[in-house]
């Protein structure tokens, strides 16, 4: 998919290929003021869902990452973002509906705090997720809960400095692997394995109970910086996953 002009003089994207994930990050406290602008492009449902946030600096971060969404689809497709619609699968995921749901782009997005991730390929399957690797809970308890057998054990074996890094390198894997099957948490957690060790590169380990499932992904964790964990996947055995920051826009 080629872009050759600014779509609204707000983003014009790199070529994505075939064998190819597209996937930006951005810090929304560096985009998330200019509300007003982003409020613009959205739709009158995500109006309605931003003027629920009890807080401010999350309407404005919520308000950002949708407006974000819409302008790199937009961007991709060429079209103006305000023009886009949404379907919804029954647990969440978000897909292209209306004139463009036949233009094979697909695309998951996550934010956590003041990071946002988008991921976008043509025609493959996948899920992202970023979350603020934070030290206020009990991450040996809920590792014990939703870690697979071997994932505890590996979790278990790593010394307490290292904890909470692992575990949000582990649940940001899982949260993006779940993510991509369109399940979310309904699937369960304990029916596939992913790496979390420090320095061991993301990827699926081991899935059940087909074996053979674990092969077909490729994943990534990009960094999006100090203080987060985030994680790609793409439905692929061999794929390029080019990771950048967004530029600001227009």
């Known amino acids: 998919m080629n872009r050759t002009s600014a779509v609204s003089n707000i983003f014009a ?3 994505l290929g075939q064998e190819q994930a597209h996937v930006w990050h951005v ?3 560096r985009v998330s003021a200019d509300e007003q602008r982003w409020e613009n492009l959205l739709s009158t449902d995500e109006r309605e869902r931003a003027a629920r946030f009890r ?3 999350d309407r404005r971060r919520y308000t950002a990452t949708r407006a974000l969404l819409r302008a790199l689809l937009g961007g991709y497709l060429e079209t103006e973002p305000e023009s886009l619609n949404f379907r919804y699968t029954e647990h969440g995921k978000p897909a292209l509906a209306g004139a463009n749901e036949g233009s094979n782009l697909q695309f ?3 934010h956590s705090d003041g990071v946002a991730l988008f991921g976008l390929t ?3 399957t996948i899920g992202v997720d970023v979350e603020r690797v934070r030290h206020d809970f009990d991450v040996v308890t809920i590792a014990k809960r939703f870690f697979s057998a071997t994932e505890q054990r590996t979790f278990a074996a790593l010394p307490a400095a290292q904890h909470h890094r692992a575990f949000f390198d ?3 894997r899982k949260e993006a692997y779940v993510k991509a ?3 979310g948490l309904s699937h369960p957690l304990h029916q596939f394995d992913v790496s979390l060790a420090p320095g061991e590169p993301a990827r699926i380990v081991a899935t059940r109970p087909d074996p053979k ?3 077909q992904w490729t994943m990534t964790a990009p960094d999006v910086g100090t203080g987060y964990a985030a994680a790609v996947i793409v439905k692929a055995p061999k794929l390029e996953i080019k990771c950048w920051e967004l530029p600001k826009l227009g």
Request: glycine content about 8%.
């Open 13 to 15: 994207p790199p070529q």
């Open 27 to 29: 810090n929304l406290e």
């Open 55 to 57: 807080f401010p600096r």
């Open 108 to 110: 998951n997005v996550s």
């Open 122 to 124: 043509l025609g493959r």
């Open 170 to 172: 582990c649940w940001t």
């Open 181 to 183: 099957l369109g399940e």
């Open 213 to 215: 499932e674990a092969v």
